[in-house]
């Protein structure tokens, strides 16, 4: 086992100060959580000045920056949109990520309180709660978002591989094969193939010609 | 066009007198002698460059267009971003570091092995600090794996879309990484019995922190500090990143900078809103993390259209699995009717790229191009009917799908998807 492996002495002992420098992870659990609270009626005008310039006064998104808010219902339609309301499973990790790399360029400047306060914000504006909610350490954990049993573990053991190990076809596999669809008829690649700057009309942003882009 | 070889036939040359050019080739009979060979040429007569011209090299202007490429539409802004390896363009299996598809979520920061710290905390017997001059004094280990986005392909599961192997395949590389083992490191800190899962995050502002359970940290994770035999370029996560044999690369934590033993996954953000699959019925699956079998003709494909005429062909691609090693590859000419099996250039090796080869006589016919990869499993390359069947056309994520390659008469080749 790992514990009776012989140890080498490098290394140093990790200070308190310097562990809780670094370990800001909050868990679904709300072990992590520092004390706090905030409500959206502070949240909002935190919001305003710090992130409504990419993600919209009422976090709905402008352009092609992430929406926050909105999609309820729309997980099993053609072009689901995914935001905190409709898709995440839990606010730790609003917590978490805001604090942590938030906001884009300018990350880990928000103090706890100002999170709490945007975290309730955010969750404001998906209408899951009351502008005068009070969002703390003690009760966020509580806090059941929408979509929260809406995962399930990795399952390809049992829906793919027996299914995909079948010995293979080498022969006369199919009668007939014809072309369904062609990349060329969406044109959306780029023409200059140094730059790939050519952005085809429509393809950013909501109702583009375009299928939508996976978010690599 | 002053960075082109004076020599061969241009593209547009061939698309436009296709008929004699088959010919020519066909009867290999010079008409006249070729001033190449009967004329002295500079290169034959005078000096090359001198051996302190260049410290350290970039390839010949020639191989200019052997580059990453980024599609600007695919994402806000270029920071939080994806660039695709050329690998249409490229053959045998080691990925150079200079054209390595990058993706990073607040940038590719700048982090010297003097600034660098390493924490191990939590469940552990001792929390460490460690410098970049500790890691180096550990037993070190070498090895080779491909490392694959984890959304490569996935702007095709609605249908054909991007035109060309680099953009539809090409967020891979595959280096030899040196480094230690996870397991090693892990050791020196003393997991305590509760300690289940790893919490690992980056230096950078993203953080990408991401869970990873015990089991599979202690059995072939790395923290690897060289690729491809030299320091980690700065994109790569220069000084030390995580490396994840076989599993989704957002998983590789670039400029590492801590790992939390914890009795929970931490459910971070890119495994919950980023990373989860979401299939038909709007449910999703989380902590997919291993990359199944799946391969790439990357020639002839659209970038690589065939130039030469009719005759041998050289039909070439690339076959990975973070399963297990790849055991074999077929390749179809008419959309999968029919298969043969390709040449593999080595044994296939676990959780590496491997390069296959299928020598063909090419006489003009149209081809619908595929290639099939097995790995040791016994698991086959699906279709994507097969994955959409099982999936729908919403999980972003994990398409290892048979690409087709529709081949015209003309040599040009385009992305099409096939019945």
């Known amino acids: 086992t790992p514990a009776l492996a012989e140890k080498l002495g490098l290394g140093r002992p990790a200070l308190p100060e310097e562990v809780a420098a670094w370990n800001h992870d909050v868990r679904p659990d709300g072990v992590g959580l520092p004390v706090g609270s905030g409500d959206a009626i502070d949240g909002e005008e935190i919001f305003a000045e710090k992130c409504a310039s990419c993600h919209g006064d009422f976090a709905e998104g402008i352009g092609n920056w992430p929406k926050l808010a909105g999609g309820m219902g729309t997980l099993n339609r053609k072009d689901p949109l995914k935001t905190v309301g409709s898709y995440w499973p839990h606010v730790s990790t609003l917590w978490d990520y805001v604090n ?34 009070v969002l703390s350490n003690e009760n966020l954990a509580e806090f059941k978002l929408p979509n929260a049993d809406g995962f399930f573990l990795d399952n390809r053991a049992e829906t793919e591989y027996a299914q995909f190990s079948a010995p293979a076809c080498m022969e006369n596999c199919k009668d007939d094969v014809k072309i369904t669809m062609h990349a060329t008829v969406l044109d959306v690649t780029p023409g200059d193939p140094t730059d790939g700057s050519a952005a085809p009309a429509g393809a950013s942003g909501e109702g583009g010609t375009a299928a939508p882009a996976a978010e690599p | 066009m002053s960075d082109k070889p004076t020599t061969g036939a241009t593209r547009r040359g061939f698309l436009a007198g296709s008929t004699a050019l088959v010919a020519s080739a066909a009867a290999a009979r010079a008409q006249t002698a070729d001033p190449l060979i009967t004329e002295v040429q500079d290169w034959a007569s005078g000096w090359g460059a001198g051996v302190d011209e260049t410290p350290y090299g970039l390839p010949i202007r020639f191989e200019s267009d052997v580059i990453r490429r980024n599609v600007s539409w695919l994402t806000a802004d270029p920071i939080s971003s994806i660039n695709f390896t050329p690998i249409h363009a490229l053959d045998g299996t080691i990925t150079p570091a200079g054209c390595a598809f990058e993706r990073h979520h607040s940038g590719a920061i700048e982090l010297s092995k003097q600034d660098y710290r390493l924490m191990i905390n939590g469940l552990v017997d001792q929390e460490l600090v460690f410098t970049y001059a500790d890691l180096e004094r550990f037993p070190r280990v070498t090895r080779t794996f491909f490392l694959e986005c984890a959304a490569n392909t996935g702007m095709e599961w609605a249908g054909a879309q991007l035109n060309g192997a680099q953009y539809t395949h090409g967020m891979i590389h595959n280096m030899e990484y040196t480094g230690i083992t996870l397991r090693t490191l892990l050791d020196e800190a003393g997991i305590k019995p509760e300690g289940k899962w790893l919490y690992v995050e980056g230096a950078d502002a993203s953080s990408n922190g991401r869970s990873i359970p015990m089991e599979k940290a202690l059995d072939d994770c790395m923290i690897a500090f060289k690729a491809n035999g030299e320091a980690l370029r700065m994109e790569h996560g220069y000084p030390v990143r995580l490396v994840v044999p076989g599993w989704e690369g957002n998983l590789w934590v670039k400029w590492l900078r801590r790992i939390e033993v914890t009795d929970a996954p931490v459910e971070s953000r890119e495994e919950t809103s980023k990373y989860t699959d979401t299939m038909e019925d709007g449910t999703s699956r989380k902590f997919t993390w291993v990359m199944d079998a799946k391969s790439i003709v990357t020639a002839p494909s659209p970038q690589m259209p065939i130039t030469h005429g009719h005759g041998p062909l050289v ?58 990869a097995t790995d040791s499993t016994g698991y086959v390359q699906p279709t994507k009917a097969a994955l959409r069947a099982v999936r729908g056309e919403n999980s972003v994520y994990h398409n290892n799908c048979i690409q087709t390659w529709w081949v015209k008469p003309n040599g040009e080749a385009e992305n099409v998807e096939v019945s």
Not at chain 1, 110 to 119: G, H, M, N, R
Not at chain 2, 330 to 337: C, H
């Open chain 1, 100 to 133: 942590r790399s938030m906001p884009f360029g300018n990350a880990q400047t928000l103090a706890p309180d100002e999170v709490y306060a945007i975290t309730a914000y955010i969750l404001y504006s998906n209408d899951l709660i009351e502008d005068d909610y």
């Open chain 2, 315 to 372: 039909i070439t691609g690339l076959a990975w699995s973070g399963r297990g090693p790849i055991t074999g590859v077929d390749v179809s000419l008419d959309g999968g009717k029919n298969w043969k099996p390709a040449r593999l250039a080595a044994p296939g090796q676990p959780m590496a790229l491997t390069r296959f080869y299928l020598d063909h006589n090419w006489q003009g016919e149209e081809m619908l191009l595929q290639s099939r």
